[in-house]
């Protein structure tokens, strides 16, 4: 090996020994400075809220400064001749290795003094000590790197999500809370809703969002927390609702698959989950008239009935009823025609479990999608970060009277549940975040006291007796009730007009006509 | 010859030059009481070939110094009194008339003092400006330009010249030009209590020491041409030019002493004294490389005479050795390794 192999072999030690203390120093001040800005930054979310995930910037920047940290080891190495000069400095030297180092650098024939200075350089590397030379200590500044670390743990455990009130940050803090309790309160709701409809996915969802609302309700919570906790939400209720439309589909299709998605554009268009809903719910009534009338008494003929049956089955077969329906409703004919009433019962039975069933997934997702609008709506609150938090205009809207859009499924809770676009501002809905003209709340709809019933009106137009239930409210002796009579003339009219431009099936259009005609007389 | 023969011929040149060096600083030391940093460096100038400036009151053997050096080599010797009378010619020498036998007459140049190898150029400063300046070219180029005609001085070549810092009446400061040819300005302390005693017991002794011829001429020359062989490292070399840019109070970065209390900082001179002195002593301490120590070890002798000092350096009483700690520090955090600066 030539001098110069043989000199910087021995200096290699201290070179490397003096990388890792440089890289250490700039990784200690790295981590000083580092840490500071993510304390001031902590600091000034007290004040202002702003997205602040401490978690996942230390994180990243732990990470970017282990390999900031590798890279500096490779960029901090010195040169053999800076190497040779600290050695002569700590090892008291006297130049002894930078001058050879140097002499080497220049070329020649190391001969003469040249040569003596060289070997005698070499003979002082050799007996060179690299951890005596070059020790790796910590730098001055490392203390205050723990600290400031330490200090950024601590306020992770104790000072997140810690606003100062008056500021934004306590607007937006009390706005947090606020929320949480519109949560709490739409998932008892949600639970109530569900429990009473026996509403499978609904249950399921209702646990989740009054735990994301107690949490929202807990001290300390940062604006980028409880927003991701929101919209985690959003998410699993967006995830149920699918679900809940897939399996409805599935159903519609009788398995196939091929039926369109409620509200996307198909071979046809599709029906809104809300008419949806109510044509299920006319079927399912008219399926339970002829059911009851399948009962002993009722003096039903089997031709009458499978004529009735044949109507509902075609009528059905118009509204894209599921096909399971609509073959129950067959078999239950052919049965009614050959005097099998049992059978015939056996089969409209089937058919009506299918068909609540399906009812009752369909409130299921209107539920869900209610839930989830407001639970959105409840997002973008949070996403305003404040501004004019605790005012009127912002003020969250009360959970969904989810009840009316339960049970029999009778009452969507609003039209277009599906549907993004936040609903207008109603009697007791407030005004929009973002969209009010301020004022408050006006007082709450006052709620009759009367037991509720799920139907009032019983039977098919024009198909034989009607059962009307009516709710006699507190105080009144007798219900709100008018004798069937021949309508106005004026309204006779408007009827015929809306009949011409309503695109109505002729079926049903022929029995609505019946069913005046049964009431009153022809218009 | 091989690698290995020109190895062992240097290290045994390394060893007889240490050794003639200890034996001139003995001879010294042996007549010479205490004093010994201006003994170390007036032979460490001596072998670099250098001149040198005593400065000190009157009877602190400066003069004995100078003459017990002439002793210990053998070499010849001349001193010349500067006094306000005295003229160029009566050192560099002059053409003389003479007649021959024949009758004839012709010029003859008569050498001046300043044809010895070894000049006492004693109280200097008592001699005007003109006649200092004769010894501008014989200092720095070892010859002389008489008539027209230029002549060489014998090798080697060596002033020592003395002057009194205390009775500045009838004085001519030496010119900056002419101080710069020196390669050290040396200042003669006053002996300590015990010195004293030695000086007594020595001179007032029945046999006052004498010194003994220890090295020629020949030799002389050529240690002083084996010691320019000794290697400064480029860092090194930085070093000594960063020291001397530190005396100047020009550069935006020029250390605080020099902005405030210098007119002039060292001249290219002080490097080349910093590193031929340097190669020297580099030899004496048994290394065959010039040191960043070296270079500070011989900042002070080596560049005090040539700083010039402002008006609020002189009101204050600024020493230049002030200037020269400053510079050094610059120079020092300027040229350190970044490892070794903590970065």
Redesign the interface.
Known sequence: MTESGELHRLLQPVARR?AI??AV?LLSRAVCLTASGLLVLALVTAVVPLPFPLLRLTVALATALVLGAAVAVRWCR?TG???A??AD??AAL???L??AV??LARGG?????????I??ALSAASRLEPRAV?PIRL?KDAWLAVALCLALAGWARFGAGLAIPGTPAGRMAATIHREGRVLVDLGRRLNETGRAGHLPETLRAAPALQEAGRRLEAPRVGWDDALGQVREVVRQLQAAQDSVRRRINEAMSGGRGDRPSAGTPGNQPAARPNEEAQRIEAARLALQDLAAALGPGTGMSAEELARRLRALSESLGQVGAPPSVREGLDRARRAAEGGERGASASAMAEALQDLQGIERMLGDEQTLGEARRQVQQSAERIAQRGGGAGTAQSAPQGPPDTSRAAGSGSNAPTPGGDDTTPSPPGPNQGSLAGRGTGGTLGAPTPRLGGTRTQSRLEGLPAQGTTHVREIVGPGRAAPAQRAAGRPPADVAHEIDRALSQDPLPPSYLTLVRRYFETQGGAP | MTTRDADLRAAETVEEFRRTFGLVRAELGRVIVGHHDLLDLVVTALFAGGHVLLEGVPGLGKTLLVRTLAQALDLRFARIQFTPDLMPADILGTNLLVQDEAGRRRFEFQPGPIFAQIVLADEINRATPKTQSALLEAMQEHSVSIAGESRRLDEPFFVLATQNPIEMEGTYPLPEAQLDRFLFKLRVPFPALDELREIADRTTGPEPPEAQRVVDGAALRRFQAFAREVPAASHVQEYAARLVLATHPEPAEAPDAARRFVRYGASPRGLQALLRAGKVRALTQGRVHVATDDVVALAAPALRHRILLNFEGEAEGVEPERVIADAIRHAEAQTAPAAARGL
């Open positions: 003096l203390t440089a120093r010195p001749l800076a190497a000069r600290v400095r700590r006297a130049d002894r930078g001058t140097d002499l024939p190391p001969a003469g003094l040249r040569g003596l200075q070997r005698d070059a730098p």
